[in-house]
């Protein structure tokens, strides 16, 4: 199997976990950087489902991405991998109905161009 088809999981996988992390912070609403609010939110996260969802799907795409970096060089790897802004932007728009503007899809696009083009270096 060609190393780098292994990168489709890893950023599926990690995508909708953060999709996941970011239902899960929705519910459980946003919170200072202070010890007092880590203190009172930091239950609510930790005893979130879908938080949890978020951490498996995260690490089941650091799984995929381990078996990627042992095979493939990262300078590689790593550009490709930034196709994951294409795939959040698509779930954030599906799941969560964020508005995407125009300049944002450009952005994506010009990202994807990149990988492309670093895609094609390697022959």
Sequence with gaps: MNALWLLIP????STTGELFFKIGMNRVGSFEFSGN???AVLPRIVLNPLI???FIGFGLGAVFWLAVLS???LSLAYPILALSY?????E???FLR????WKRLLGVAIIVVG???VGMGEG
């Excluded at 964020?98 to 503007?101: A, D, L, P």
């Design 10 to 13: 890893a950023i599926l996988f």
């Design 37 to 39: 609010a880590i203190r």
């Design 52 to 54: 949890w969802v978020g």
């Design 71 to 73: 095979r493939v060089p």
């Design 86 to 90: 294409f795939v959040v932007v698509i």
């Design 92 to 94: 954030a728009w599906l």
């Design 98 to 101: 964020e508005r995407v503007t």
């Design 115 to 117: 990988v492309v083009i």
